[in-house]
């Protein structure tokens, strides 16, 4: 799963707080592997002559678990690539920052994550290599919103796209059937199909006859993410002004959410914390809004236990939460071999690869009629057939307009806002005049 989950402060205050507790500060958070965790910079030689390039990404991207790296060392026997992983983007973007604004102390390819992107597309794309004008890449292999997300005014693109975030809902069928609700993918569904207002109804039948100690779903946050991803004016219009205080998509989004909070439906959760996790082992909830990184998540979270009782159906409008691109940096020390991996690792056939290894769903249409794509069926979760369910959101995502502190915004709605009113009882009028602070306080404008 890569996507932070924690809220942001102004940038200076954060690049500053690196800047005094330097490796104390990262080491709760960062898996110190390589040049790029450990500031020492770029590539260099293995001692055997070959070209190391040196690669910095945040979560588990799944290249090496997929075998890419290996494959990509086999077909390039002058190559040795070295991965350096930071765990979390909160810590890994900062830090980013940091080695971009000195020039020095970074990796050969750096990750960002799509929250950051429009941030590095529009103010630090200088700081990159034009990855539009080289070998191998041509702009129709992906969708088309997405190489727009880091693509700056002038035309020149700082990263390519590597996997999406198209959400799916997933499922209890055991505790859909004991509420008296179908359990057939296709029927669930139809349940809530074009509007998520049905969603919410559905979650009002399912409280009716809901079994002992369940809930329909696990957080007025995860409804208000599932919901705002699939508008794409939020935060910020297509000119980049600020509108998240009188925007329809997160007005909307916020009516939803509270109420299924003030309507019982939810089990009062934060998301990506202990109870939620526990949540999932003790089958708490019946319903979660599922980007394909949740699969793996919820696989992990629930057990044995919760093996084909999970299943997988399309959300009520097609809509992305989450998603990466990888990049070169001007300052790498090894541009030009970066750029030959970047552009490989990328293309179509090893994205679909990845998706095969790691349900990475691809930013590469073409890859969605490849085998490993089309065929794909989860075991964990009843047979669903993955591969079609998000490839046909992914064909139905709009192009989302990303503001520079996309983030902050985000973060504040549903991890003050929207928390309050799920754990606390306030009611919304409060919370949404603490969220509105949050975010003057935690934002530039």
């Known amino acids: 799963m890569r996507g932070s ?50 690669i910095g990404t945040f979560g588990v991207f799944g290249y090496k678990q997929a075998g890419l790296y290996a494959e990509y060392e086999r077909l390039h026997p002058d190559v040795t690539i070295k991965e350096s992983v930071i765990e979390r983007n909160d810590a890994y973007y900062p830090q980013l920052l940091t080695h971009l604004a000195a020039g020095g102390g970074l990796a050969d390819i750096q990750a960002v994550e799509v929250a950051n992107i429009n941030e590095v597309a529009t103010t630090l794309s200088g700081k990159f290599e034009d990855l539009s004008k080289a070998a191998g890449v041509r702009r129709s292999d992906w969708l088309d919103w997405k190489w727009q997300q880091a693509t700056d005014r002038k035309g020149r693109t700082v990263g390519l796209g590597t996997d999406i975030g198209p959400i799916a809902m997933c499922y209890r069928k055991d505790l859909f059937k004991k509420a008296g609700l179908p359990t057939d993918r296709e029927a669930v569904g139809r349940l809530w199909a074009g509007d998520w207002q049905k969603y919410i109804d559905t979650g009002k039948a399912y409280k009716k006859r809901a079994p002992a100690g369940t809930v329909f779903t696990d957080s007025a946050a995860g409804v208000y993410n599932a919901s705002i991803h699939a508008y794409p004016e939020r935060y910020y219009d297509r000119r980049g002004k600020p509108i998240y205080a009188k925007s329809p998509a997160v007005k909307a989004s916020w ?191």
């Open 5 to 54: 989950t924690c809220t942001y402060r102004r940038r200076a205050v954060v690049l500053g707080a690196f800047a005094a507790l330097g490796a104390h500060l990262l080491g709760g958070c960062a898996r110190d592997d390589g040049p790029a965790a450990s500031g020492t910079g770029g590539a260099g030689s293995d001692g055997s002559g070959k070209t190391t390039i040196t």
């Open 255 to 445: 009516d939803l959410a509270v109420q299924a909070a003030r309507g019982g439906l939810t089990a009062r959760l934060k998301q990506f914390e202990k109870p939620w996790d526990q949540a999932y082992a003790n089958g708490r909830f019946a319903t979660v809004a599922c980007p394909p990184w949740m699969l793996g998540y919820i696989k992990e979270k629930a057990g044995e236990a919760g093996r084909n009782k999970w299943d997988v159906a399309a959300a009520p409008r097609p809509a992305n939460w989450g998603g990466s691109f990888i990049g070169v940096p001007k300052a790498a020390r090894h541009k030009a071999a970066a750029v030959s991996l970047a552009v490989w690792l990328t293309a179509p056939a090893q994205q679909a690869k990845l998706f095969d290894r790691q349900a990475s769903i691809p930013s590469t249409p073409s890859s969605y009629d490849m085998p490993q794509v089309r065929n794909a069926r989860h075991p964990y979760f009843g047979g669903a057939p993955t591969g079609r369910i998000f490839a046909a959101a992914a064909k139905g995502i709009p192009t989302l307009v990303i503001g520079p502190d996309e983030q902050q915004i985000g973060t504040a709605f549903t991890d003050i806002g929207l928390l309050q009113i799920d754990q606390q009882g306030r009611s919304p009028r409060e919370a949404w005049k603490a969220t509105q602070k949050e975010i003057e306080n935690a934002v530039d404008e």
